[in-house]
C-alpha cells in the first residue's frame, strides 16, 4: 500500500503531462480598415483609408497648391525609424510620401525635375 502510495503522485504528474492543451488560435477581428481625415496647410485635406494590417494605405488628396483635388493616391508600406511611413513611387515623374505620427502627417510631394512639396497635417 504504501508503494501504491508513493507511485500515485508521479502517475497523476505523467498524466498531466501526457494532457494536451488545445492550440487552436482566434482569428484577427479587427479585418476593419483605418480610416483618418487629417486638415492640412495651404488649405489642404487628406483623407486615409488603412487597410487592417497597416500594409496599405489609400488616400484620398485635396492640395489646392500643387493642383491636386480629390486625387486617389494608393501608397505601400515603406520602412520608418518612427511612426508610421507609406511611399507610392510607381510614377517615375512624381513620387509621394505619407510619413505619421501620433496625430500629425507630413505628406511630400517629389517631381522628376528636383521640385519639392511638403505639407503639415493634423488629425
Given at each position: 500500500m504504501k508503494k501504491l502510495l508513493a507511485v500515485a503522485p508521479f502517475a497523476v504528474l505523467l498524466a498531466a503531462c501526457a494532457t494536451n492543451a488545445p492550440t487552436t488560435t482566434t482569428p484577427?477581428?479587427?479585418t476593419q480598415p483605418v480610416v483618418q481625415s487629417f486638415t492640412c496647410e495651404d488649405n489642404g485635406q487628406l483623407i486615409a483609408v488603412y487597410t487592417a494590417n497597416g500594409q496599405a494605405a489609400n488616400l484620398n488628396v485635396t492640395l489646392p497648391k500643387v493642383g491636386l483635388t480629390n486625387a486617389k493616391i494608393t501608397m505601400e508600406h515603406a520602412v520608418s525609424g518612427s511612426g508610421t511611413h507609406y511611399v507610392n513611387n510607381v510614377n517615375p515623374q512624381t513620387t509621394y510620401d505619407w510619413h505619421?505620427?501620433?496625430?500629425?502627417?507630413i505628406m511630400t510631394i517629389k517631381s522628376d525635375n528636383g521640385q519639392e512639396y511638403r505639407v503639415n497635417c493634423q488629425l
Amino acid at each position: 500500500m504504501k508503494k501504491l502510495l508513493a507511485v500515485a503522485p508521479f502517475a497523476v504528474l505523467l498524466a498531466a503531462c501526457a494532457t494536451n492543451a488545445p492550440t487552436t488560435t482566434t482569428p484577427d477581428t479587427n479585418t476593419q480598415p483605418v480610416v483618418q481625415s487629417f486638415t492640412c496647410e495651404d488649405n489642404g485635406q487628406l483623407i486615409a483609408v488603412y487597410t487592417a494590417n497597416g500594409q496599405a494605405a489609400n488616400l484620398n488628396v485635396t492640395l489646392p497648391k500643387v493642383g491636386l483635388t480629390n486625387a486617389k493616391i494608393t501608397m505601400e508600406h515603406a520602412v520608418s525609424g518612427s511612426g508610421t511611413h507609406y511611399v507610392n513611387n510607381v510614377n517615375p515623374q512624381t513620387t509621394y510620401d505619407w510619413h505619421t505620427k501620433v496625430d500629425y502627417g507630413i505628406m511630400t510631394i517629389k517631381s522628376d525635375n528636383g521640385q519639392e512639396y511638403r505639407v503639415n497635417c493634423q488629425l
